[in-house]
């Protein structure tokens, strides 16, 4: 949030569904699709369109901004490390892949003077950028029953996907 460079998403929610195979106690495969969408830090983009304001439309101030959220969905596979305990297991994964994003679309009316219709300025994406991933995570299981259990895990996820963005005005 705090990075300028970052593409000022803020903490939002996350979906994953991740299946694991044990080759033997131990080891095993894993796949896991993980979803996630992300509101825009405001105060963020308004800085971004009226720095873009100040070079193109001197004196120009915005009075209404409109964020959708930032959606990316990750395809990842890799390896998968257990310790078992009696009912319960402390799990390790190392999983890679493939990231698809969508930058958001932002929809800013600017008004230059009181006396002059308001300006619309619209940031959107012309693509859905991909990129390579990688997820590095821990976590406690408990083993409910012989196919179903309970896990709670912490995961670092990293990605850099390269958006093209526009802005238009009308």
């Not at 405001?42 to 304001?53: H, I, P």
């Amino acid at each position: 949030v705090n990075d300028s460079a970052s593409g000022y998403a803020t903490a939002g929610t996350c979906l994953n569904v991740m299946f694991t195979y044990l080759v033997n106690k131990y080891l095993g495969v894993a796949a896991m699709i993980n979803s996630t969408a992300n509101r825009l830090f405001t105060e963020g983009v308004k800085n971004r369109f009226n720095q873009y304001l100040k070079k193109n439309i001197p004196g120009a101030v915005i009075s209404d901004i409109h964020l959708e959220k930032w959606n990316t969905m990750d395809y990842m596979a890799g390896g998968y490390v257990t310790y078992p305990l009696q009912k319960a297991s402390f799990n390790f994964q190392l999983l890679a892949g493939y990231s698809r994003t969508k930058y958001p679309d932002v929809d800013v009316t600017v008004f230059k003077d009181t006396s002059f219709d308001a300006i619309s300025v619209s940031q959107s994406s012309d693509e859905v950028a991909s990129a390579f991933c990688i997820n590095f995570g821990a976590g406690l299981k408990y083993n409910i029953s012989e196919i179903m259990c309970l896990s709670v895990n912490a995961n670092f996820f990293s990605s850099y996907p390269d958006c093209l963005i526009n802005i238009y005005m009308n």
